[in-house]
Nanobody
């Protein structure tokens, strides 16, 4: 079992940057695909960015590609989401998720068994 805790959310202005962190406990991250999802009010949870288990390929939603970067430090059991050029459409609760030995289906939220509690990101115009 792996437990995930997100941090780093907050209120920023359009054009600003934020870095979200996801700290894992219980198991090493090296055996997991990791991803960030987000959910805005009255919208479904959607994929944002992910890293597959092996090989460690990265995936991004079209709306964030070129602005967001996902990375992981297995030794620190932490996954990051660097978010640049934020805009109000990025406002949502951001969730970290883990998928044991996930290679395919990195973008599919139904493949993830482990979730954090979420961190709020609000971008004002």
């Amino acid at each position: 079992q792996v437990q995930l805790v997100e941090s780093g959310g907050g209120l920023v202005q359009a054009g600003d940057s934020l870095r979200l962190s996801c700290a894992a406990s219980g198991r090493t991250l090296s055996n997991y695909a990791m991803a960030w999802f987000r959910q805005a009010p009255v919208k479904e949870r959607e994929f944002v960015a992910g890293i597959s288990w092996s090989p460690p390929s990265t995936y991004y939603a079209g709306s964030v590609k070129g602005r967001f970067t996902i990375s992981r430090e297995n030794a620190k059991r932490t996954v990051y989401l660097q978010m640049n050029s934020l805009n109000p459409e990025d406002t949502a609760v951001y969730y970290c998720a883990a998928q044991f030995r996930g290679t395919y289906g990195v973008t599919d939220l139904n493949k993830y068994a482990h979730w954090g509690q979420g961190t709020q990101v609000t971008v004002s115009s």
